[in-house]
């Protein structure tokens, strides 16, 4: 109950800075925010909402000595989806729609990575900026760029590197999401089914060359590249476990 308190003290923070950041002339209330950035208004009682709070109770602690400030909305929203948006660097909202929350079903571990990938959105500064954008893009590799020029031209290998800046930041959200949830306790291999509940969803198991010219004009990246990112965290969680012995 504290938290929600909390919580609540945090958003008026944060309203300043959307009203800033939208320059509203006046400042919108926490449900009109809420309403626009995750389009439906906030659920604050269900049993939704206590599988959503569950989770949020057990990230939370992790993430208490972190300088962001983040507000967590279960929205009645129908999409199967959750996102995060950052009005500025310290201060953002996650959306969480009631749908994935059934989606997830009883599994709250799985529920929990999801809603811990986009904690990894919030608190991640390096892709809040154009420059770190870049950075992250140039470090992956110019493979998105190549097939954006062969296809589109110069406007092509612009939109690709656009892609390949958004590729790099939701594996480095899925890196910190997976550091902060394994904190909270969960089992690392929920992460997984979290990966394999969202690939069945979305038919996308292909991992051939068409699927992945394909996946280049989609927002995320395809997910078999996910699941293969995730393998590597995993093995790795393994071995420090395992005192690093494999
Ligand atoms: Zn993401």
Redesign the pocket.
């Given at each position: 109950m504290n938290k929600l308190v909390l919580l609540c003290l945090m958003f008026l923070c944060m309203s300043c800075a959307f009203a800033q950041v939208s320059s509203q002339p006046n400042q919108l209330t926490k449900a009109q925010v809420i309403q626009k950035v995750c389009r439906g208004s906030e659920i604050t009682s269900g049993p939704e909402f206590d599988i959503f709070h569950r989770a949020f109770a057990k990230l939370a602690p992790v993430i208490q000595q972190d300088p962001h400030v983040v507000y967590m909305a279960l929205a009645d929203n129908n999409d199967i989806n959750?996102?995060?948006t950052n009005f500025d660097m310290t201060h953002s909202m996650i959306c969480v729609p009631v749908a994935m929350v059934h989606f997830m079903g009883d599994a709250e571990g799985e529920l929990a990575f999801i809603i811990a990938?986009?904690i990894?959105?919030t608190v991640d500064d390096v892709c809040k900026t154009e420059s770190g954008r870049l950075a992250v893009a140039n470090s992956r590799g110019s493979l998105g760029a190549l097939f954006g020029s062969l296809v589109g031209g110069s406007q092509g290998a612009v939109s690709a590197s656009k892609v390949s800046q958004q590729r790099g930041?939701?594996a480095r959200?899925?890196e910190i999401g997976f550091g902060i949830f394994t904190k909270a306790g969960y089992s690392p291999y929920a992460a997984a089914g979290a990966f394999g509940r969202l690939e069945m969803y979305m038919g996308d198991t292909s991992t051939g060359i068409f699927a992945r010219l394909n996946a280049l004009g989609s927002d995320?990246p395809m997910t078999p590249d996910r699941i293969k990112h995730m393998r590597t965290l995993l093995i790795n969680f393994a071995s420090q476990s395992a005192g690093g012995v494999q």
């Open positions: 959750a996102w995060a990938h986009e990894g959105h930041c939701e959200a899925d995320h």
